[in-house]
């Protein structure tokens, strides 16, 4: 159960005694997707079991946003310093794309889902851009859930990118320093297209943003829980969802 249970809630014997409000569901859902290492560790495991294990809740969670209806969903992947782990384990990582869209891309062709990637996905090795970009041309037409995956993502990155394409179109006298606005920026970063997260959901207990849509989070709901990814289920989805429709979102208004 989560950590941060509002207290002034009914108690529930089970999430489904709590209606969703079909008309309040989060549009953008994002996930920091942690604790994979620590749930292998748990068991006795080598780190990759809790990385596969948690693809398999991908897998499951794609899935729970369709259901919901949720529009876009963002899971962090890969984070520009998971280049520092062992290259073992890299390399593993490297090759979960690959083998999640193996077994699993006719399952996205037939729920409608289309793939997209946010991050610097030039550096990433070649079988895996080979692999996803396939996989994105395959569903570009689908107009259903966007599983936007962060592959070699950065916040700092993406945004210090931006400025420079700003100060770039600035010396080209594109637009004068004056006109440099919020949408100025938000229109250099990955995210472009997409409408910023209601919803920014983090496991494992860790309360930490970790570089992650550090701009466009800027009035998300965070919601953490306990619970390592490789646990995380429907059920807890829902209840995100539920405190998520709780609270009175006033964007700094009263
Ligand atoms: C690097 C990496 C790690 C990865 N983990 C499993 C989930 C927990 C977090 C880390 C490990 N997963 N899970 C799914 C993908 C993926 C990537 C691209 C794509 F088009 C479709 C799926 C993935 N990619």
């Not at 409000?21 to 560790?41: F, L, V, Y």
């Not at 369709?66 to 384990?89: C, G, H, M």
């Not at 059920?235 to 700094?252: M, N, W």
């Amino acid at each position: 159960m989560s950590k941060f249970k509002l207290p002034f809630l009914r108690k529930a014997t089970t999430l489904n005694d709590y209606e969703l409000s079909k008309e309040n569901i989060p549009e953008h859902i994002a996930i920091i997707m942690d604790g994979n290492g620590r749930w292998a560790k748990k068991r006795g495991l080598p780190r990759f079991a809790g990385h596969r294990e948690g693809m398999d809740t991908v897998k499951k969670i794609v899935k729970v946003a369709n259901k919901y209806d949720v529009k876009i969903l963002t899971l962090y992947a890969f984070s520009t310093e998971n280049w520092k782990r062992p290259k073992k384990e890299i390399d593993y990582l490297m090759k979960l794309p690959m083998e999640f869209l193996h077994t699993y891309l006719p399952e996205l062709i037939e729920e409608n889902v289309r793939l997209e990637t946010i991050g610097e996905f030039e550096a990433l090795p070649p079988h895996t851009k080979q692999a996803v970009q396939d996989a994105i041309e395959k569903t570009s037409r689908n107009d259903g859930l966007i599983l936007n995956i962060a592959l070699n993502y950065g916040s700092r990155y993406e945004m210090t990118q931006a400025i420079q394409a700003i100060c770039k179109d600035v010396e080209s006298k594109k637009y004068t320093i004056d006109e440099i606005d919020e949408s100025a920026l938000n229109q250099h970063l990955y995210t472009h297209h997409l409408k910023d997260p209601d919803l920014l959901i983090r496991t494992s207990g860790e309360l930490r943003l970790s570089n992650f849509l550090l701009w466009q989070a800027a009035y998300s709901e965070l919601w953490f829980t306990e619970e390592l990814w490789p646990d995380f289920n429907e059920d807890l989805f829902v209840e995100a969802i539920r405190d998520y429709q709780q609270r009175k979102r006033r964007f700094g208004g009263i």
